[in-house]
């Protein structure tokens, strides 16, 4: 069915199968598929060369870019987990090309932030995994099957998160960072650096995820001698930046991207 109608989104005009429940207030692209049985609300924008599977629920305030593909019972846009929210007009906000597999969640955000749940471009969501609200989802991430995000996590761009972990509110997971299977975050997770157990603790840097995003061998030197100052060397994380910023050899915007993120961090670092 998913392949059908993406076939159809493809080669075709926009096609809704007539059990599909389509808000007078929702807008729908051109060359979308919209199958058996999904639900759109109101205040709901999808863009065009969009799929939405059957089962799908899309709530507004939604706005979904082009190319995003929405498998079998993934509702998104519904309202935060949140006991304090009610009912307030916040909203979700994803960009283009992400594929949400069956049953993933994602929630628009509270009024504890600037009230938008963010999704950037490019994202796989395996099966049962979810976002809360006020999340803030970049480029190029895998959030394998049923690991949970709660509410207030941030994900930089082509991190990747393992299967069936936990994720706590508020942690920040850096740029390229890998959490392995079965993990519970509850501290940030510095950029380039692999984590995984219950609770998570460092294991070392994410030497395959750097080389298969193209980082040459000079910048994954770089790294590296930075990371061993941050985690190795025993000394203060003030000790270790100001190691790295005297050291001539540690510039460019790999390196820049690490130390920024381990000044930035406010629930201190999976170490």
């Known amino acids: 069915m998913i392949d059908r109608f993406r076939h159809h989104a493809r080669m075709q005009e926009t096609r809704i199968h007539p059990t599909a429940c389509i808000d007078d207030g929702a807008e729908i692209g051109e060359r979308c598929g919209v199958a058996a049985y999904a639900i759109v609300g109101p205040d709901v924008s999808i863009g065009d060369d969009c ?17 995003n593909h929405v498998a079998a019972h993934a509702t998104l846009g519904l309202p935060p987990q949140d006991t304090g929210y009610q009912g307030e007009p916040t909203a979700l906000e994803i960009g283009a090309g992400n594929t949400f597999r069956e049953f993933v969640t994602v ?27 006020d999340g803030r989802i970049g480029d190029g991430i895998t959030i394998s099957n049923a690991s949970q ?25 850096g740029r390229l960072a890998m959490v392995g299977g079965g993990a519970v975050v509850t501290r940030d997770v510095a950029p380039y650096t692999l984590v995984a157990g219950n609770r998570a603790r460092l294991r070392g840097l994410n030497n395959r995820g750097l080389a298969r995003a193209g980082l040459g061998m000079d910048q994954r030197r770089g790294i590296r001698r930075a990371y061993d100052l941050v985690f190795r060397r025993g000394q203060s994380v003030d000790s270790a930046l100001e190691a790295i910023s005297e050291d001539p050899q540690l510039t460019g915007p790999a390196i820049e991207g690490f130390t920024g993120f381990i000044r930035a961090s406010r629930r201190g670092l999976t170490r």
């Open 51 to 67: 799929v939405i599977g059957p089962h799908v629920v899309l709530e507004g305030p939604l706005r979904l870019g082009p190319g």
């Open 149 to 173: 995000l709660a509410g207030h996590v941030h994900v930089d761009d082509q991190a990747y998160i393992s299967a069936v972990c936990g994720i706590h509110q508020f942690v920040h997971i």
């Open 107 to 133: 929630h628009r955000a509270s009024t504890k932030e600037d009230g938008v749940t963010r999704v950037g471009n490019n994202n796989l969501f395996m099966a049962y995994s979810h976002v809360g609200h």
